[in-house]
Nanobody, 124 residues
Framework: QVQLVESGGGLVQAGGSLRLSCAAS????????MGWFRHAPGKEREFVAA????????YYADSVKGRFTISRDNAKNTLYLQMNSLQPEDTAVYYC?????????????????WGQGTQVTVSS
């Protein structure tokens, strides 16, 4: 069982930055592929970024490539999402998710565990 708790969301003006964190419980964080997803009102949940358990492989949605950076600190059991050049269309609830490491891991899912989400609001 893995519990995930996101933090770092808030209100920011367009062009600003935020860093989201996702703290994971348990001793096996380094055995999970991790992802960030977002869900905006009236839209389907959207893949944002993912990182494999080794941290050497990262994946991004086209909409955030070049602006967002996913990273992890396995010693601290923490996942990060650095978001720069934020735009109003980035407004959403952001969720982190964990998937057990396997040969069939796919950055877009499925994921085994989800956090409760953190709100990011970007004003124009």
């Amino acid at each position: 069982q893995v519990q995930l708790v996101e933090s770092g969301g808030g209100l920011v003006q367009a062009g600003g930055s935020l860093r989201l964190s996702c703290a994971a419980s348990g001793r096996t964080f380094s055995s999970y592929g991790m992802g960030w997803f977002r869900h905006a009102p009236g839209k389907e949940r959207e893949f944002v970024a993912a990182i494999k358990w080794t941290a050497y492989n990262t994946y991004y949605a086209d909409s955030v490539k070049g602006r967002f950076t996913i990273s992890r600190d396995n010693a601290k059991n923490t996942l990060y999402l650095q978001m720069n050049s934020l735009q109003p269309e980035d407004t959403a609830v952001y969720y982190c998710a964990a998937a057990r490491a396997s040969g069939s891991y796919s950055p877009r899912g499925p994921y085994d565990y989800w956090g409760q989400g953190t709100q990011v609001t970007v004003s124009s």
